[in-house]
């Protein structure tokens, strides 16, 4: 393959409005290398032309006569040992004008004193705003805080790649002697999730995280204030009836401890994520990430009926300023509170320990309740109880819906446990 055809002599006779030369468009110097002497735009420039996997491709070298001959031919002798080495130049040039931009933003980002892009920082506030929108408001601005006054101050700016896991469980150990263990724990945790999210974006390549697994010390669960005898729950129920307030908190009072969810997942419940017909309130659970099944009792069903004219055109079952914002934390307690019921008596995560009691009392599967309960199971059994029992909690649940209606009234107690 016969190469460098042209001479200097014949470029520099090239007239300046010249478009072609002998009759052709371009001259060729052999080996794909060619000028183009009619360039849309004006001027004149180099062209390669190369074939890689079976494709015929074109890629540009510069324009003459800023890029001279000389110059022309080293670029095109360095894309053809490219090619050589099966690496498409073109292909080549992307990756390396993205590099470029990724580094000028770096640069910049130093340059404001604001953390570089493989920083811990950047990466877990990119980690955040992936999850972010699949969070309630109150999960979404705790996590943020604990990033914020917990981790980014020592380790923010810091290449994530390079922190090791003693850096890591010193910002956790300070959590720890302030008293909130749980924090520790659940920053952890979370740590985890931020450098599995590095390592899958490349820019980190093993969770250091998982390496301090059982170096903090356990949380010792908070027992939530709750009712223990079904008389008194009974009663509590009939003074929910009796509740003069807002037609949305009363049926908030009576649909709670029907479902007995988390209270921020309670009060955050949307109108998309239940279906009356089916009589299901699916949802992910923000406390494990998971996706969660709540069956609907028939009486569960009728309460939603009922409020839905007046919630039912905004996003939240329980919302306020025209649906756009749930519930607050206060408003079910302070009822409570109205009805005769201290935070001592009962609290509203109390009443998932009286069902989850009193459903273990009767006989129902325990497992079934820490389906219902949606809490965390670990490893392989995690994976696959995502919707196990769901046919026994159905019955569970409007079992557990009648015996309310017998205490509310009452009437003489039936076993509820499902043969």
């Given at each position: 393959m016969a190469i460098n055809k042209i001479s200097d002599t014949t470029l520099r006779a090239l007239k300046s409005d010249a478009t072609?030369?002998?009759?052709?468009?371009?001259?060729?110097?052999?080996?794909?290398?060619?000028?183009l002497l009619a360039v849309k735009g004006g001027g004149r420039a180099w062209r390669l032309d190369y074939t890689i996997n079976?494709?015929?491709?074109?890629?540009?070298?510069?324009?003459y006569p800023d890029t001279t001959l000389k110059v022309a031919r080293e670029f095109a002798e360095a894309a053809r040992k490219e090619v050589a080495a099966e690496i498409d130049p073109s292909e080549a040039r992307k990756a390396d004008k993205a590099a470029q931009k990724v580094q000028i933003l770096a640069d910049k980002r130093e340059a404001s004193g604001l953390p570089s892009i493989n920083s811990f920082e950047f990466v877990a506030r990119e980690w955040y705003d992936s999850r972010v929108t699949g969070w309630s408001d109150s999960h979404a601005s705790r996590t943020r805080a604990y990033l914020e006054k917990d981790l980014f101050p020592w380790l923010g700016k810091l290449p994530i790649a390079e922190i090791k896991a003693p850096a890591l469980l010193e910002c956790l150990r300070r959590v720890e002697e302030r008293g909130a263990t749980e924090t520790a724990n659940r920053l952890r945790e979370q740590s985890g999730q931020i450098w599995r999210y590095a390592i899958a974006t490349g820019r980190a390549e093993r969770?250091?995280?998982?390496?301090?697994?059982?170096?903090?010390?356990?949380?010792?669960?908070?027992?939530?204030?709750?009712?223990?005898?079904?008389?008194?729950?009974?009663?509590?129920?009939?003074?929910?009836?009796?509740?003069?307030?807002?037609?949305?908190?009363?049926?908030?009072?009576?649909?709670?401890?029907?479902?007995?969810?988390?209270?921020?997942?309670?009060?955050?419940?949307?109108?998309?994520?239940?279906?009356?017909?089916a009589k299901e309130w699916r949802y992910v659970t923000p406390k494990t990430g998971a996706d969660h099944i709540v069956p609907l009792s028939d009486q569960a069903v009728r309460y939603l009926v009922e409020l839905q004219p007046l919630t039912g055109n905004g996003g939240y079952v329980f919302g306020v300023r025209a649906g756009m914002r749930p519930l607050s934390e206060s408003t079910i307690n302070q009822a409570l509170k109205t009805l005769g019921y201290s935070s001592d008596i009962i609290?509203?995560?109390?009443?998932?320990?009286?069902?989850?009691?009193?459903?273990?009392?009767?006989g129902w599967n325990t497992e079934a309740i820490d389906r219902q309960l949606a809490h965390k199971e670990a490893g392989v059994k995690g994976v696959y109880q995502k919707a196990q029992y769901l046919e026994e909690r159905r019955r569970m649940m409007q079992a557990w819906a009648d015996y309310a209606d017998c205490l509310r009234t009452g009437a003489a107690i039936i076993p509820i446990k499902a043969a």
């Open positions: 072609t030369h002998n009759g052709k468009t371009r001259l060729d110097d052999g080996g794909g290398l060619y000028l079976g494709k015929r491709k074109t890629i540009s070298l510069g324009k969770d250091i995280a998982a390496d301090l697994r059982g170096a903090l010390k356990p949380h010792e669960g908070k027992n939530y204030s709750h009712i223990k005898d079904p008389k008194q729950l009974g009663q509590l129920l009939r003074d929910i009836d009796a509740y003069a307030g807002s037609p949305m908190v009363k049926t908030a009072l009576r649909l709670l401890p029907l479902v007995f969810t988390r209270p921020g997942e309670f009060r955050s419940a949307k109108w998309t994520d239940i279906d009356l017909a609290q509203p995560h109390g009443f998932r320990h009286t069902a989850a009691t009193m459903l273990a009392e009767m």
